[in-house]
């Protein structure tokens, strides 16, 4: 049997007091856990019981409370009620009870809103009647369930709850259709607010004299861009006072919505005589529905008044006018303006320089457009890809290429500028129009490289540039790229096509593309793609070609009297007159609409030069066409 001496014992103690020394916050956190575990078990056996017995429990509805009585408790909202089979438990006598069925509507509209309904319907169905009911029990029931409702985007409801009030004789108290309309309008129900007012302003009873009221139903109409109510409840506002700036605000707002500036320019001038605050904002949306409507006269005496009163003007105010003139061509004026801006101390934005660049370009002035461009450059306004891209548009639309790709390397150079799909389709277009197909080509390696996937703008422009040079070859191997890369060519596509094969001469190629390939890729070839193909064909002295692609436009349409008269002139021009005759005769067979001063002309240039055999048969197929025809060809 094993002995312990006082050294063992001294060194389990020890062993054990360290133990429990390292281990004490560990110790300490369970005996916290247990202590709690059985607190909560503890409370647990004496809980309440559920909601559905606590607010269900029949009782004496109409005995009164005694004086000092304690408050019940409120049953709990954590539990959810349910009527199945148990509100028919709850008798007619208190559900007619105001003061037993109302608070427990209120609170079930907490968190159970579909019940509080149902309890609503059942009460006012059992003879709950709200003219009967106190006047602040009833305020408290229509103003629980409407702002619940609303919450809930429940509408209608509270559509049939004015009902009830209204058929009771009690009407819409004026506080609780303040509370709907600001419920509504901080919900973003404008249209159900706008519907839930036009009910209730059909009672004979109904007066609204209230300016809140008045200014969130303007604001609801103004979101709705209902422009005659807003009038209407604009007026109706000031007969209840001086409307307040942001009601001023929001007809502004509609004004420039509906281009309206004579009612823009209007409510201007009232703000000011009702000493009305106007801010920034608002005097330049004024300012913004001037221009756009092109009253650049009544804008710059807008802007003078602004700079008399000081302080709302800003860099938006002379960007604004500024586009006004340049929109109209006045960019000398433009110019004033810019001086003008500098002049008040505030600096040119990139939109600012956006505008005269864009205003320079529209009127050729490219040499101008530069200045402005490294006016910009020097002022230390950053730049970005929409300058960029107006300064290679200008030199573009000027056919100057080469200084077009000059702005386009200074873009590369600068390494937080990337050019974008629009400034690869304006460099790629301008290259192919001069002939330097070979440079557009380098560009689209370029767009790829930016990671940008090539449009059909661009495929386009470099299939049109294949077509003048001739390479009907490196024009197809485009087109598969086109169809490889997902981008679904249309009618403009197979017309630049046309034109390429045409100037390839290659009209057989561009019969067999009309014939397969708007059907293989789903799009419906226009006539006039036919029409294009036909000129092309007559002028190339292909009429059998050219009668070939008349018939396949006659098997999808049939063409009308302007296109007959279109491809005849051709033909007259041309002294085609047996492709000319032809058509004509397969027109007559088809009943299709032909000019007779078109078959005329045929007829009497095969007349002209001989073509009896083609004048006998223009004079037959105008017989058919019912023209008339000059007896000398008759004969």
């Given amino acids: ?32 856990f247990v202590v709690g575990w059985r607190i909560g078990t503890t409370r647990s056996a004496s809980r309440k019981p559920s909601l559905y017995k606590v607010a269900f429990t029949p009782a004496s509805p109409s005995r009164p409370k005694a004086k000092g009585q304690p408050r019940q408790s409120r049953p709990s909202e954590s539990t959810k009620p349910d009527f199945g089979g148990h509100i028919e438990s709850i008798s007619p006598a208190q559900l007619k009870d105001s003061s037993y069925v109302i608070p427990q509507i209120c609170q079930l509209c907490r968190n159970h809103l579909p019940q509080a309904v149902e309890l609503y319907h059942a009460a006012m169905q059992a003879g709950l009647k709200p003219q009967e009911v106190p006047a602040e029990e009833c305020r408290n029931l229509y103003m629980h369930m409407v702002a619940s409702l609303i919450r809930a985007n429940q509408t209608d409801e509270v559509k049939k709850l ?102 823009s320019l209007a409510l201007i001038q009232e703000m ?7 801010d920034s904002v608002q005097y330049n949306t004024a300012l913004a529905t001037l221009c756009a409507a092109g009253r650049i006269a009544e804008g710059r005496t807008l802007l003078d008044n602004m ?88 030199f573009a639309r000027n056919g100057d290429c080469s200084q077009a790709m000059n702005v386009y390397s200074k873009m590369q150079a600068e390494r937080t500028i990337a050019p974008d799909l629009i400034t690869f389709s304006i ?23 930016y990671g940008l996937k090539p449009d059909e703008v661009v495929f386009n422009n470099l299939i049109g540039g294949c077509g003048k040079q001739g390479s009907a070859k490196l024009g197809k191997q485009l087109f598969a790229d086109m169809i490889a890369s997902g981008v679904r060519p249309s009618n403009a596509t197979f017309s630049i096509l046309i034109r390429m094969f045409h100037q390839s001469k290659s009209l057989e190629e561009a019969v067999v593309m009309l014939n397969t390939e708007p059907q293989k890729h789903k799009v419906e070839a226009e006539p006039r793609l036919f029409l294009q193909l036909i000129q092309c064909c007559i002028r190339e002295r292909q009429g059998r070609r050219a009668i070939e692609v008349y018939e396949m436009l006659c ?12 491809v005849l002139s051709v033909c007259r021009k041309l002294h085609m007159y047996d492709t000319g005759a032809e058509i004509l005769q397969i027109a007559s067979a088809k009943g299709a609409s032909v000019s007779s001063i078109d078959s005329n002309s045929i007829l009497e240039g095969a007349f002209k030069k001989g073509k009896t055999q083609i004048v006998r048969g223009c004079v037959a197929s105008m017989q058919t066409l019912g023209h008339n025809v000059d007896p000398r060809f008759a004969a």
């Avoid at 200014?215 to 861009?225: G, I, P, Q």
């Fill in 162 to 263: 004015f009902g009830d009030l209204i058929s009771s004789g009690v009407g819409v108290e004026i506080n609780l259709l303040m509370s709907t309309v600001k419920l509504c309008t901080s919900k973003q129900l404008y249209s159900e607010c706008l519907a839930l007012f036009d009910f209730v302003s059909e009672d004979p009873k109904f007066v609204l004299t209230d300016k809140t009221v008045w200014s969130c139903l303007l604001f609801c109409a103004t979101e709705e861009k209902g422009q005659e109510r807003c009038a209407s409840f604009f007026a109706r506002l000031k007969e209840c006072g001086t409307p307040q700036q942001k009601d001023f605000g929001n007809m502004l707002r509609l004004s420039a919505v509906k281009g309206d500036w004579q009612t």
């Fill in 427 to 449: 460099l790629i277009k301008c290259n192919c129009d001069n002939d330097r197909l070979e440079e557009a080509l380098i560009l689209l390696g370029d767009m790829m490289t």
């Fill in 272 to 278: 000011a005589k009702a000493d009305v605050e106007i």
């Fill in 307 to 394: 700079e008399l009163r000081g302080g709302v003007t800003d860099v938006i105010t002379y960007n604004t006018l500024i586009k006004g003139h340049a929109k109209a061509g006045r960019i000398d004026e433009c110019f004033v303006l810019f001086e003008r801006l500098k002049e008040k101390n505030l600096c040119p934005s990139q939109v600012t320089y956006g505008i005269l660049l864009d205003g320079c370009i529209n009127e050729n002035q490219v040499d101008r457009a530069l200045r402005v461009f490294d006016d910009m450059n020097n002022s230390g306004c950053p730049l970005n890809t929409i300058l960029y891209t107006l300064l290679i548009k200008g």
């Fill in 1 to 32: 049997m094993m002995t312990w001496n006082n050294t063992d014992i001294e060194m389990v103690v020890s062993f054990l007091w360290e133990t429990v020394f390292a281990t004490r916050f560990e110790l300490m956190c369970a005996l916290i």
């Fill in 555 to 566: 098997e999808r349409t049939l063409p009308t009297q302007a296109m007959h008269s279109s």
